[in-house]
Each structure stands twice: as C-alpha cells, then as structure tokens.
C-alpha cells in the first residue's frame, strides 16, 4: 500500500503538530536494528533524529534525516559495536527549523545465545 493511499483520508498538519504514532524496534544481530516509525502528515518538511542508547547510556548510533517528507520511516540501523545483552532506548526526535516538536522513547533488549535472559 502507498503511503499516500494509507494517508488520504487524514490532512496534513503543521510542522508544530507533527506527532510520532508508532515506534516499532526489532533487533536483527548484534549490529543491526531495524526501526519503524509512524509520522503525522505534515504541510512541510521536517528532520528526524534516531538514536540508540546502550545499557550504560552510551550512544551506539544515529542517524538524522534532513529535509524529510515521509511519514512512514523504516530504517537499518548500524551500531557502532557489538550490543552487550540488556536494556537498550531508542529516542526519536522531530525538528521544524531546529526546534523538537516531538520525541518519544522505546526501550528494547539485546538477547543472545547463551546469555541468562533466555
């Protein structure tokens, strides 16, 4: 389905409205997460900041999209390192002319083979 199609019925609102409807966190390995995120429909383009925190609130990656026109965001998202198992948040951020207009947060865990959170 388009991303069009799924919107048509909803307006578009300004960048000061925009809100983040849905988080989905599926972590594939122990490098790669897959993100997706639901946006409000907006009038104007906005950025939106993704980042991933590790168990000691250390920043495993990020990634920031500039100029930003889709409400449907599915992203790969690459850690810097290995993940340790455990606790991990992401945070979401999104900006109209440098300013947060919304922000939320999912924590997820890393599970390994082996490990005693099986």
Same mark, same amino acid.
């Given at each position: !389905? &388009? ?7 909803? &307006? ?5 409205? *925009?809100? %983040?409807? +849905? ?5 594939? #390995? ?5 993100? $997706? ?9 906005? &950025? ?9 609130? #250390? =920043?495993?990656? +990020? ?6 026109? =889709?409400? !449907? @965001?599915?992203? %790969?998202?690459? /850690?810097? =390192? #290995? $993940? ?5 948040? /992401?945070? %979401? ?6 300013? @947060? *207009?919304?922000? $939320? ?9 082996? +490990? $005693?959170?099986?």
């Amino acid at each position: !389905m &388009s991303q069009n199609m799924f919107f048509a019925e909803r &307006s578009p609102v300004p960048p000061d409205h *925009v809100q %983040i409807e +849905s988080v989905g966190v599926n972590p594939l #390995d122990k490098r790669r997460v897959d993100v $997706a995120v639901d946006l409000t429909p907006c009038l104007e383009e906005v &950025s939106v900041e993704m980042v991933i925190l590790g168990p000691d609130d #250390d =920043e495993l990656t +990020s990634i920031l999209l500039v100029h930003n026109r =889709e409400w !449907m @965001l599915d992203k %790969i998202l690459h /850690l810097r =390192e #290995d $993940a340790q198992p455990g606790a991990h948040v /992401l945070h %979401i951020g999104v900006f109209s002319e440098g300013e @947060l *207009v919304a922000h $939320a947060a999912r924590r997820f865990w890393f599970v390994h083979p082996g +490990s $005693a959170e099986d």
